[in-house]
Nanobody, 115 residues
Framework: QVQVVESGGGLVQAGGSLRLSCAASGNIFSINVMGWYRQAPGKARELVGTITSDGSTNYADSVKGRFTISRDNAKNAVYLQMNSLKPEDTAVYYC?????????WGQGTQVTVSS
């Protein structure tokens, strides 16, 4: 089993920045993909971006140029730096850990961007 825990959500004004953190623990594999999804009220959950264990990243078009995903393999951690935040970025953000055992989700952290 793998446990995934996010932290760092909160309230921020439009144009501001916020950094989310996520740590995975338990049965960790060296080859894995960690990522972030988000779900706004009344909308489907959507991909924000992912990062492989060798550092390759992939982003949704809506966040390209504003959000940056990074990771620390020694800490089994992934980070989401969010800049130039917009009210439409308001959502619950979920961290994921994917390995050969399956996909594991965190409990989510709320990000609210006020206009």
């Amino acid at each position: 089993q793998v446990q995934v825990v996010e932290s760092g959500g909160g309230l921020v004004q439009a144009g501001g920045s916020l950094r989310l953190s996520c740590a995975a623990s338990g049965n960790i594999f060296s080859i894995n993909v960690m990522g972030w999804y988000r779900q706004a009220p009344g909308k489907a959950r959507e991909l924000v971006g992912t990062i492989t264990s060798d550092g390759s990243t992939n982003y949704a078009d809506s966040v390209k140029g504003r959000f940056t995903i990074s990771r620390d393999n020694a800490k089994n951690a992934v980070y989401l730096q969010m800049n130039s935040l917009k009210p439409e970025d308001t959502a619950v953000y979920y961290c994921t850990y994917r390995c050969r055992l399956g996909v594991y989700w965190g409990q989510g952290t709320q990000v609210t961007v006020s206009s």
